[in-house]
């Protein structure tokens, strides 16, 4: 009787253990530093951050802030950050002599009721429709994806390549106070700023919500940390999926977070609606190819990318 009491204690004690094992955080695996610019596509982060899930699937994560994106990409660049968001512009960009960098997961894309990327006119241009832009000059910044995007939604709106002109722009901000005082009869911004432009009076002509496949945000690991911690890389983006499913399920409740962070331009952040996060997917190789064709057109690139070498899929639930 003695031997079956301390048996079935000995049971108790082990079940116990391993309830407690796994309630308990798992020890970190690695630190994870991203180059984290002020977007909106950074809030499942924040969430995930301050809402512990990090820390519960085991990795240790520090955010470096920067300023734009060259700064971004320098941090990456150079290896002081492991991780960002970006685009498939960039994506090519990194890559166009060995592989550099690896998307792991889908971040943002249009919906039918959500833009991404909007090619406005100025008020009181009297610019409404496509055909309309046919050589006016379009505020963009080169070599991006806002160029991309401003190519590929004029074209699919019955534009030739010729009749598509182009100014270089290249910080949102200057680009948006121009449109505002009518300098510049049209551009192509991102949200939450093409909406800030509607405020100020600007005219909507074209949006991506017809066509969610061009203006992708992605998150990217370096391929050399992929290489070194597949185990650190699951674990976060594990977090990142539930970070994005409790964003999605319950938006407002992570709203402060927009001025916490500066995540949102000051005029919009009360009101501004936020965005459906894409649920855990990565782009699809016709999004990859045709990104890269566009960049072999404009000589950014010398040859076709291969779509796995810089696409990984194998991070996702």
Not at 173 to 184: C, I
């Amino acid at each position: 009787m003695k031997m079956r009491f301390l048996f079935k204690s000995f049971l108790g004690l082990a079940a116990a253990i391993i309830f407690i094992g796994a309630c308990a955080p798992k020890p970190a695996i690695g630190p994870v530093r991203v180059a984290l610019l002020p977007i909106i596509e950074a809030l499942p982060l924040y969430a995930a951050q301050d809402g512990g899930l990090f820390q519960k699937h085991g990795v240790e994560v520090t955010f470096i802030t920067a300023a734009s994106a060259a700064e971004r990409d320098q941090l990456v660049a150079s290896g002081q950050a492991d991780a960002l968001i970006n685009d498939l512009v960039s994506t090519g960009l990194y890559n166009h002599e060995k592989t550099q960098i690896q998307v792991v997961r889908q971040l943002r894309a249009a919906t039918k009721d959500e833009p991404v990327y909007r090619i406005l006119a100025a008020k009181g241009s009297g610019l409404n429709t496509p055909d309309q832009l046919s050589g006016i000059k379009i505020g963009i910044s080169e070599g991006s994806v806002i160029e991309y995007v401003t190519d590929r939604l004029l074209i699919r709106a019955g534009l030739k390549q010729e009749q598509i002109n182009k100014v270089a722009v290249p910080k949102i901000p200057d680009r948006l106070a121009l449109l505002a005082s009518g300098e510049l009869k049209a551009a192509t911004l991102p949200e939450p700023f093409s909406t800030l432009a509607v405020q100020q009076g600007a005219v909507v002509v074209l949006d991506d919500r017809s066509y969610p496949e061009y203006g992708t945000s992605v998150f990217s690991f370096r391929k050399a940390v992929i290489d070194a911690r597949p185990e650190t890389v699951k674990s976060f983006v594990a977090a990142l999926n539930e970070a994005v499913d409790l964003v999605n399920q319950n938006p407002e409740k992570y709203r402060d977070m927009l001025n916490k962070y500066k995540l949102l331009p000051g005029p919009v952040a009360a009101t501004y609606k936020l965005p459906t996060f894409p649920p855990a997917i990565v782009p699809s190789q016709a999004q990859f190819d045709d990104v890269v064709d566009w960049e072999i057109q404009r000589g950014l690139l010398a040859s076709k990318l291969n779509y796995t070498d810089s696409i990984n899929s194998a991070f996702l639930r």
